[in-house]
T-cell receptor, first 112, second 110 residues
Framework: EAGVAQSPRYKIIEKRQSVAFWCNPI?????LYWYQQILGQGPKLLIQ????????DSQLPKDRFSAERLKGVDSTLKIQPAKLEDSAVYLC??????????FGPGTRLTVT | AQSVTQPDIHITVSEGASLELRCNYS??????LFWYVQSPGQGLQLLLK??????LVQGIKGFEAEFKRSQSSFNLRKPSVHWSDAAEYFC????????FGAGTRLTVKP
């Protein structure tokens, strides 16, 4: 069974630029999550999708972050414009039910 | 609001020694509890989970954890640590809205 795929693995941008991350969940997993993991901290949930609908985006900074899952499969997370404090690893996870999440390798973002 | 505390930021143990990583949680209902491990540059891998039933849970790689409701704890243990266990360990609580602790970094001395 293929795992959760994410790309790119690494990204370096300057502040005020925009960036997008892509996630392909495990086939058949209806629930998809985006987490932000700042160095030295645990992952923080940004947004959760159930199929193509948003379940929870209470911790998503909506003034600069957006996410979509148009066909209920792949998802993209965008930051526009980026700030220095957005430097982090962005993790995507998926699950069949909300009891066991499978994580991708993450995208490490550096904002200079 | 639910939260997780991992009191130890960094722990060093000798190879072959026993290990216990602490986790305390705050949750309004019956908690769903998890332990994940993260190796450098890798995503998180689930070690074990507790939903209900037997309070001693067995996981992968020889790990186990014990749920103690009276202490709001879910400590992770391993009787004999291997060098390959060096990693970051995260405790998490929740169901749809999972919350992670800040993590404990494990160093294994030869």
């Amino acid at each position: 069974e293929a795992g959760v795929a994410q790309s790119p693995r690494y990204k370096i941008i300057e502040k005020r630029q925009s960036v997008a991350f892509w996630c392909n969940p495990i086939s058949g997993h209806a629930t998809l999550y985006w987490y932000q993991q700042i160095l030295g901290q645990g992952p923080k949930l940004l947004i959760q999708f159930q199929n193509n609908g948003v379940v929870d985006d209470s911790q998503l900074p909506k003034d600069r972050f957006s996410a979509e899952r148009l066909k209920g499969v792949d998802s993209t997370l965008k930051i526009q414009p980026a700030k220095l404090e957005d430097s982090a690893v962005y993790l995507c996870a998926s699950s069949i039910a909300a009891n066991e999440q499978y994580f991708g390798p993450g995208t490490r973002l550096t904002v200079t | 609001a639910q939260s997780v505390t991992q009191p130890d930021i960094h722990i060093t143990v000798s190879e072959g020694a026993s290990l216990e990583l602490r986790c305390n949680y705050s949750y309004g209902a019956t908690p769903y509890l998890f332990w994940y491990v993260q190796s450098p540059g890798q995503g998180l891998q689930l070690l074990l989970k507790y939903f209900s039933g037997d309070t001693l849970v067995q996981g992968i790689k020889g790990f186990e954890a014990e749920f103690k409701r009276s202490q709001s704890s879910f400590n992770l243990r391993k009787p004999s640590v291997h060098w390959s266990d060096a990693a970051e360990y995260f405790c998490a609580v929740g169901y749809n809205d999972m919350r992670f602790g800040a993590g404990t970094r494990l160093t294994v001395k030869p």
